[in-house]
């Protein structure tokens, strides 16, 4: 007893321990109000992908308030931020609740961040310098070269970065940086598959860019998101994420057919 469900011992162990790691070099400095807000949307989050908090279950702030040993303010604060990036649902009275995502809600989602990407994969391929491919080069190699899969992630998020960067406005930029934060990407980047996919996609888009062929970039952009969604819902269905009650509500709403109550 006094053991949150959401995370086994060992699991609430090791947050501990990641949590504790990025302080290392802060002379003993203790985390402040909102390094504790992080800590608790991380927790979530992660629990949220790995499914243990599954789709429509209520997120309690006292179990995780517990489990990461803090108080519920910076709970409270990173359910209002997640809700605000749709991983949980607010309802007024009855608490928050993890959001289920439809097939239609990721290939939506996949679809828009396409039409963002190609939109910067144009104009990048437009006016990239010899000196911008080199940096994108390198981030590839190191991307492919690293065993280690926090490095991996956080390269190839460089990687996307610099392509953005080259290619567009601030205004897109903040839009770009607003959808990355989104559930379907997590689930996303939880497959086996996406290392894979984006080193495909990588090397597409460096020769793309490198030749100055924007019908290339754009195809590659279009091409890759389009990917991302077919991997995050097989890797969705494989987990049981729908039920097949689900699938045939959602296949009968997109043809307006009337479900039967069982």
Same mark, same amino acid.
């Given at each position: 007893?006094g053991? %949150?469900?959401?995370? #086994?011992?060992?699991d609430?162990?090791?947050?501990?321990?990641d949590?504790?790691?990025?302080?290392?070099d802060?002379l003993?400095?203790r985390?402040n109000?909102?390094?504790l807000?992080?800590?608790? %949307?991380?927790?979530i989050?992660?629990n949220?992908?790995? =499914?243990r908090? =599954?789709?429509g279950?209520?997120?309690d702030? +006292?179990?995780?308030a517990g489990?990461? =040993?803090?108080?519920?303010?910076?709970?409270?604060?990173a359910?209002?931020?997640?809700? %605000?990036k749709?991983?949980?649902e607010? &309802?007024?009275?009855?608490?928050?609740?993890?959001v289920?995502?439809?097939?239609q809600?990721?290939?939506?989602?996949?679809?828009?961040?396409?039409l /963002?990407?190609a939109l910067?994969a144009?104009r990048?391929a437009?006016? &990239?310098?010899?000196?911008? &491919?080199q940096? /994108?080069q390198? /981030? $590839? $190699?190191d991307?492919?070269?690293?065993?280690?899969p926090?490095?991996r992630?956080?390269?190839s998020?460089?990687?996307?970065?610099l392509?953005n960067r080259i =290619?567009?406005? #601030?205004? /897109?930029?903040?839009?770009?940086?607003?959808?990355?934060?989104?559930?379907?990407?997590?689930?996303?980047f %939880?497959?086996?598959?996406?290392?894979?996919?984006?080193t495909?996609y990588r090397?597409?888009i460096?020769?793309?860019?490198?030749?100055?062929?924007?019908?290339?970039?754009?195809?590659?952009? +279009?091409? $890759?998101?389009?990917?991302?969604?077919?991997?995050t819902? #097989?890797e969705?269905?494989?987990?049981?994420y729908?039920?097949?009650a #689900?699938?045939?509500?959602?296949?009968?709403s997109?043809?307006?057919?009337?479900?039967?109550?069982e």
């Amino acid at each position: 007893e006094g053991v %949150s469900p959401v995370l #086994d011992p060992d699991d609430q162990a090791a947050v501990a321990v990641d949590w504790c790691a990025k302080f290392d070099d802060t002379l003993g400095a203790r985390p402040n109000h909102q390094s504790l807000k992080e800590m608790a %949307s991380d927790f979530i989050r992660k629990n949220v992908v790995s =499914g243990r908090l =599954g789709p429509g279950a209520k997120v309690d702030q +006292d179990e995780i308030a517990g489990a990461l =040993g803090i108080s519920r303010l910076p709970v409270r604060e990173a359910l209002i931020e997640l809700a %605000s990036k749709g991983f949980v649902e607010s &309802i007024p009275r009855r608490g928050a609740f993890v959001v289920k995502l439809t097939v239609q809600d990721i290939e939506d989602h996949f679809e828009v961040i396409g039409l /963002l990407f190609a939109l910067t994969a144009r104009r990048a391929a437009k006016g &990239i310098t010899d000196k911008q &491919i080199q940096a /994108l080069q390198q /981030l $590839h $190699h190191d991307t492919t070269s690293t065993q280690d899969p926090a490095k991996r992630l956080q390269k190839s998020f460089e990687f996307y970065r610099l392509v953005n960067r080259i =290619g567009t406005s #601030d205004r /897109l930029l903040l839009t770009l940086r607003f959808l990355a934060l989104a559930l379907p990407n997590d689930f996303y980047f %939880s497959t086996a598959r996406w290392p894979a996919t984006e080193t495909v996609y990588r090397e597409r888009i460096i020769a793309a860019l490198e030749n100055h062929d924007v019908e290339a970039a754009i195809t590659a952009t +279009d091409e $890759h998101l389009r990917i991302c969604a077919k991997v995050t819902i #097989d890797e969705l269905r494989a987990r049981g994420y729908w039920s097949d009650a #689900d699938e045939v509500t959602e296949v009968a709403s997109q043809f307006e057919i009337a479900v039967p109550y069982e």
